[in-house]
């Protein structure tokens, strides 16, 4: 059961952009292009939203991006780090509102501890430069992302993340199934939000299964939140 005011937003998005980049190093790149989205807005239930005007909108946008990864796996990485920071600027919106800048870091370090012990460590952050932005491009909630929240449950113009996960292997041997099957015990901390006096962090921590699988990660387990929110979920895909 929730303690959040919950709300039920649409903003369907519609659109096409091209990119040209090219690999810096072996572990780096930079990629340069232009999108163009198509947004509808609206609110279907609950609290409203003011910068939700239910009035169908273009945007343009140049976005840049610069990424390194120098991770030993793209599922359960056990050495190297991975960054990403990407930029945008977004005009050609609706009449009235200015252009404005969007600025992300995401940044994730494992450290292996023998065998059968892993920590992983990520930190995000992004923030609107400039006016407000058209629409809030930053959402938290789901599996990952303050897991006891429901999916993109916090959104707005500035957000920070933290996630700390501990991994046990079922088994020491390197050859065996059960070596890419772990016990998982996480911690997180974040918050989306578009007013300063919002963005006290919320927790929430995390108990489960994770299997290093052919798809990516499948996760089962539970959380449960500092706001009261809790639930057991299954996941097939990223989880940190």
């Not at 991975?82 to 509102?97: L, N, Q």
């Amino acid at each position: 059961m929730s303690r959040i005011p919950q709300t039920s937003a649409l903003a369907s998005e519609r659109g096409a952009g091209a990119d040209a980049g090219f690999a810096v190093s072996r572990f780096q790149e930079v990629r340069l292009g232009y999108q163009y989205s198509h947004f509808n807005p609206s609110v279907s239930s609950g609290v409203p939203i003011p910068w939700l005007s239910g009035t169908a909108a273009g945007l343009q946008s140049i976005r840049f991006r610069w990424a390194y990864d120098g991770q030993d796996s793209a599922v359960i990485p056990r050495r190297g780090i991975r960054s990403t920071m990407d930029a945008r600027w977004v005009f050609g919106t609706p009449s009235g509102v200015p252009q404005f800048g969007i600025l992300e870091e995401r940044f994730l370090a494992p450290k292996s501890f023998g065998p059968q012990y892993t920590l992983v460590f990520g930190l995000n952050g992004g923030t609107v430069l400039g006016p407000k932005a058209y629409i809030p491009p930053f959402a938290l909630g789901g599996p990952g992302n303050l897991s006891a929240l429901g999916r993109g449950q916090l959104r707005g113009e500035h957000y920070y993340y933290g996630g700390m996960h501990g991994l046990r292997a079922f088994s020491a041997d390197r050859s065996s199934l059960l070596n890419k099957i772990h016990l998982n015990l996480g911690f997180e901390m974040g918050q989306a939000f578009s007013d300063i006096d919002q963005g006290k962090p919320m927790y929430d921590g995390l108990l489960g299964v994770v299997d290093e699988s052919p798809v990516g990660i499948v996760f089962a387990g539970g959380t449960y939140g500092s706001s009261g929110n809790h639930k057991f979920f299954f996941c097939i895909g990223r989880l940190f």
